[in-house]
């Protein structure tokens, strides 16, 4: 006779929380399928570029979005892909959504989704959002420079719109890495790493300045002349102008 054998508990339970987390990755993708530029930058390993390459970045790249209340990201992202339930049928299994949530919910629940796995995805971007500014507001703010903290501008415009200022903030900053044509003025980096370096190159792969300081370990600011084509860093996570 076949003896049957049973699989330990605690590995069914793996599985399962496994299972968790990767559905909810999906629904966070989901949620707001990509962000655009307003707030996101590609969060990919930086390095130096030659003086070569430096000489041949374009002039007609756009420099940071200029200060003020309509300098934020748009308030939506790209809609969602494919067929998606519309908005008669945006109702939870039971209760209602209130307004704002069916304006966020509108475009951006695929056919055969839950709505309501869609709204706890944008809400749990607005959680993560304000638990990391409490803390630390610069944090939050190049989260959404770097694209940590994907889709936010929907969920925040629509489901938690006292976070916006940070919306606001990250619209003016830019990432690590290869900022092409940055506007002149001070900047300041967003980590306390001592590793971060920068240099301001101009026509030619002329370097006008370089970094790292003044600040130390604790912040590096650079200061970007006029004339600057290329403004590259290294480790510093993010910038924001002064």
């Known amino acids: 006779m076949r003896t049957r054998t049973h699989r330990p508990a605690r590995s069914l339970r793996r599985r399962g929380a496994i299972g968790g987390t990767l559905a909810l990755a999906a629904l966070l993708a989901l949620a707001g399928c990509g962000s655009h530029g307003g707030t996101r930058a590609d969060a990919k390993p930086t390095h130096g570029i030659s003086d070569a390459q430096a000489a041949a970045v374009p002039d007609d790249q756009a420099s940071p979005a200029p200060e003020g209340p309509s300098a934020g990201p748009k308030a939506s992202d790209p809609p969602v892909k494919?067929?998606?339930?519309?908005?008669?049928?945006?109702?939870?299994?039971?209760?209602?959504f209130t307004?704002?949530?069916?304006?966020?919910?509108?475009?951006?629940v695929p056919q055969n989704m839950d709505p309501a796995a869609v709204l706890?995805?944008?809400?749990?971007?607005?959680?993560?959002?304000?638990?990391?500014a409490a803390h630390d507001k610069d944090a939050a703010t190049g989260a959404l420079i770097t694209g940590e903290i994907p889709?936010?501008?929907?969920?925040?415009?629509?489901?938690?719109?006292?976070?916006e200022p940070l919306l606001n903030a990250a619209a003016?900053?830019?990432?690590?890495g290869t900022r092409k044509n940055p506007a002149p003025g001070t900047y300041r980096s967003l980590t306390s790493a001592g590793t971060c370096t920068w240099q301001a190159m101009g026509a030619g792969g002329k370097v006008l300045a370089s970094g790292p300081g003044p600040g130390g370990a604790k912040r590096?600011?650079?200061?970007?002349?006029?004339?600057?084509?290329?403004?590259?860093?290294?480790?510093?996570?993010?910038w924001l102008p002064e």
């Open 220 to 238: 590096v600011t650079a200061k970007v002349p006029a004339g600057t084509r290329a403004f590259v860093s290294t480790g510093c996570y993010a």
């Open 120 to 132: 706890q995805a944008g809400q749990e971007i607005c959680q993560r959002l304000q638990r990391t």
């Open 172 to 176: 003016k900053g830019f990432a690590d």
């Open 82 to 96: 494919g067929p998606v339930l519309p908005d008669a049928k945006l109702t939870p299994a039971t209760g209602s």
């Open 99 to 108: 307004a704002k949530e069916k304006k966020y919910l509108h475009g951006r």
């Open 151 to 163: 889709s936010a501008d929907a969920a925040v415009t629509q489901l938690c719109p006292s976070l």
